[in-house]
């Protein structure tokens, strides 16, 4: 059972992000990827600030726990993870997002932002790069987990399929996936023309243990990553997170409008206030 006041402070954490994303959102005169980033605001402050072994004053550590963005498009979202553990500050990132040299891209480059595992942002990749590098950690006897964030929308790519089949016929239990499975792709909904359903069976029929998980559950997110098998166990594990698109601002929830966008000072007021208003719900202080 996850410590509560661990939960708690998770919680607020998220809080926090949650008005980070929207204050850039803000401030940025471009389009960012808004819906994405709160769907999976809660997984990765689960990820960075409780299940994840990283410590941004020795980034190079060869035992640290390694995170993919394969949906590079989500970027933001992990900036802002990495920001509120230390890695950077967020003021830098509202200064400079999506400026030419900025370390801080659209997509997250490695070259540009050290700490950053991966360059991602063509979609589908993330999991073989993932893949490649929980092979390597094996044949150096080393016991850290890779972790990788995936989009639904872009598991239809036959790629993220190729990788997930390595994985399990390499037996790689030191390999994490995560799926933020909002059922929201660029421009249409799952089924509209693409229907990835059984979505957990096609895991499970390519040799994975799938664990399905409510991702805006702090508590169920924190037990999930408490109970994930050893590392050198023999089968690669996939979280499959049941997220809502743009989670917590109440015209942007399941609206394909908002895969991406800008935010005027009103709207910014507004989504701000339903940010508040259900993290006090949440808290039961109203």
Not at 35 to 62: E, R
Not at 174 to 192: E, H
Not at 272 to 278: A, C, F, P, T
């Amino acid at each position: 059972m996850a410590d509560q006041n661990e939960v708690k402070r998770l919680e607020k954490l998220a809080y926090t992000m949650r008005k980070q994303l929207i204050q850039l959102c803000c401030a940025y005169p471009g389009p960012v990827h808004i819906g994405g980033d709160l769907s999976m605001t809660d997984v990765l402050i689960a990820l960075f600030h409780h299940g994840m072994k990283v410590n941004p004053l020795d980034i190079q550590d060869p035992n640290r726990d390694r995170f993919l963005l394969s949906k590079g498009h989500g970027a933001v979202c992990m900036y802002i993870a990495m920001a509120l553990r230390g890695f950077f500050d967020f003021d830098k990132i509202l200064e400079t997002y999506g400026q030419v040299d900025s370390a801080y891209g659209m997509h997250p480059c490695k070259v540009q932002l050290p700490g950053v595992e991966c360059s991602s942002g063509s979609l589908g990749q993330g999991l073989a790069m993932a893949v490649g590098m929980a092979i390597s950690a094996r044949h150096r006897g080393e016991g850290h987990r890779v972790f990788c964030m995936m989009g639904d929308g872009e598991t239809c790519e036959g790629e993220i399929w190729e990788a997930a089949q390595t994985a399990s016929s390499y037996h790689l239990g030191n390999l994490v996936g995560l799926v933020d499975r909002n059922k929201q792709f660029m421009t249409s909904y799952d089924g509209d023309f693409i229907n990835l359903e059984p979505y957990a069976d096609k895991w499970i029929a390519f040799g994975w243990r799938v664990i399905e998980v409510d991702g805006h559950d702090m508590n169920a997110l924190v037990d999930v990553i408490d109970a994930l098998p050893d590392s050198g166990d023999d089968k690669p594990t996939l979280l499959l997170c049941h997220t809502v698109k743009g989670k917590g601002v109440s015209f942007m929830e399941k609206n394909v409008g908002w895969h991406a966008g800008s935010l005027c000072e009103e709207d910014s007021k507004c989504a701000l206030n339903d940010i508040e208003s259900e993290y006090a719900r949440n808290e039961g202080v109203e």
